[in-house]
């Protein structure tokens, strides 16, 4: 059974930077194919894809926020992070990693399944 | 950028078909999932590359990519179903996700 937890802090002021770590169990990021995903969702918004990282440390950033995020992989301990510098009252949102099971190509992927999300606020 | 289109509600009677429309540029060359979401849970995927469907997902959840919009049918729709669904592509090498819609079941 594969499972993914996201932790970090629950409140953060504008300009810090935003550290938050996918914990999981079930599979492990030295699989082939395999990759972590990050995405978050403001209150009440639609979803919204931050990046991604491959078993073979290929990453993938959304265009529009790239110049801000960091993703990272431990694959002994089983965890990724994700780094979001200069934080704005508008990047108040759940914040969920998911799974992205082995494919042979990034258009093959989806993600299965999502961590139960973190919510972040921001705000001084 | 690339962008996909989803209507923001869709509602249908308990028993009948739902269809949910995702619409974007030549979306029928890449593939489309799409994801259920209740109030207060995470996403679930409920078909991935345009029709498969994951092991648990019931039969009622069919999908269908063509031309510039992918579809989602529900048939026999049941008060369950009633969730806010997100269709998702990838373009060039980025995630991309539709901006949701909600399916009334009334």
């Known amino acids: 059974q594969i499972t993914l937890k996201e932790s970090g802090p629950t409140l953060v002021k504008p300009t810090q930077t935003l550290t938050l770590t996918c914990t999981f169990s079930g599979f492990s990021l030295s699989t082939s194919g395999v990759g972590v995903g990050w995405i978050r969702q403001p209150p009440g918004k639609a979803l919204e894809w931050l990046a991604l990282?491959?078993?073979?440390?290929?990453?993938r950033y959304s265009p529009s926020l790239k110049s801000r995020l960091t993703i990272t992989k431990d694959t002994s301990r089983n965890q990724v992070v994700l780094t979001m510098t200069h934080l704005d009252p508008v990047d108040t949102a759940t914040y969920y990693c998911?799974?992205?099971?082995?494919?042979?190509?990034?258009?093959?992927?989806?993600?299965?399944?999502w961590g139960q999300g973190t919510l972040v606020t921001v705000s001084s | 950028s690339y962008d996909l289109t989803q209507p923001p509600s869709v509602s249908v009677s308990p028993g009948q078909t739902a269809s949910i429309t995702c619409s974007g540029d030549?979306?029928?060359?890449?593939?489309a999932c799409w994801y259920q979401q209740k109030p207060g849970q995470s996403p679930v995927v409920v078909i991935y590359?345009?029709?498969e469907r994951p092991s648990g997902i019931p039969e009622r959840f069919s999908g269908s990519n063509s031309g510039n919009t992918a579809t989602l049918t529900i048939s026999g729709t049941q008060a369950m179903d009633e969730a806010d669904y997100y269709c998702q592509a990838w373009d060039s090498s980025t995630v991309v996700f539709g901006g949701g819609t909600k399916l009334t079941v009334l």
């Open positions: 590359q345009d029709s």
């Open positions: 990282i491959y078993w073979n440390a290929n990453k």
């Open positions: 998911a799974h992205s099971p082995p494919a042979s190509a990034d258009r093959n992927n989806r993600f299965d399944p």
């Open positions: 030549e979306l029928g060359n890449k593939y």
